[in-house]
């Protein structure tokens, strides 16, 4: 379970294009970037993903090479559906000059997340599975090696840096929001993590090598981001003085009736 799920995007990949594509064409939307133009909205900073970069690649990826390659394949629909965003900024703001503009989260996680075992991201589909495992005394077991590496940003973090951007960032082009590249973590590391948090004993993680890892690693640059914001302090997830990672599971723990699963 890799980042938007690998098993439930390699499945879903003709479901994903087509939601996203709905949504662009519905009687409400249209596109969703039409209606912020008729009504003149003076600004839409619209969400991108790490997932919508190519497959191939160098590393670090950086806001220039969204468009230069195929995405990984357990990533087409969506990869693709989200790269149009950028297309329809980019024609927004050369025909009309909109302020539009999107940013690149890397993975999120904290408290009221998508829990879901099917769709949700990588962390919150691991403490969900982990808890199951944890309630029914089974062993908990994820899919892939564990290797793969990841960025994660806190949820508080970058709920700052949105309102940032919507208040200073006006560049057309997209601006990546993640974590520096050292701060990269293996799935295992966080599956541990999470173990540790839950009380559920570490040799009872199993590794079901036979499912796919995903993509291996989509190593992101924050050297544009600290040319604007070089002071800013991104909450650590292993380090430090408080650990937000314990804290959303144990929050998970405790409002399990009512998360969004």
């Not at 899919?143 to 949105?162: E, H, N």
């Amino acid at each position: 379970m890799l980042d938007a799920s690998a098993g439930f995007t390699l499945k879903q990949i003709t479901k994903l294009y087509r939601d996203r594509m709905l949504f662009w064409h519905s009687d409400k939307f249209h596109y969703p970037l039409h209606p912020d133009h008729e009504l003149k909205i003076e600004k839409c900073v619209s969400c991108l993903s790490t997932c919508i970069f190519p497959d191939k690649t160098t590393y670090p990826i950086d806001e220039t090479m969204i468009h230069n390659g195929p995405p990984h394949p357990s990533n087409e629909g969506y990869a693709y559906a989200k790269r149009m965003i950028d297309v329809q900024n980019r024609a927004y703001h050369e025909e009309y000059g909109c302020n539009f503009t999107s940013v690149v989260p890397t993975n999120i996680f904290g408290k009221w997340d998508n829990f879901n075992l099917e769709d949700s991201h990588v962390m919150p589909g691991l403490m969900h599975k982990l808890y199951l495992a944890n309630k029914n005394n089974t062993d908990f077991v994820v899919w892939g090696t564990g290797k793969p590496l990841r960025q994660f940003i806190f949820a508080l973090d970058l709920a700052r840096l949105m309102i940032w951007a919507v208040r200073d960032y006006n560049e057309v082009d997209p601006i990546i929001l993640s974590v520096d590249e050292n701060d990269e973590i293996s799935i295992k590391e966080v599956a541990d993590m999470i173990a540790e948090a839950m009380g559920y004993p570490l040799d009872r993680i199993k590794y079901d090598t036979s499912k796919s890892d995903g993509q291996f690693k989509k190593t992101a640059s924050n050297k544009k981001l600290r040319t604007y914001l070089p002071e800013f302090q991104f909450t650590p997830i292993k380090d430090g003085t408080w650990f937000p990672l314990p804290e959303t599971v144990e929050w998970f723990m405790a409002n399990y009736e009512v998360a969004r699963k």
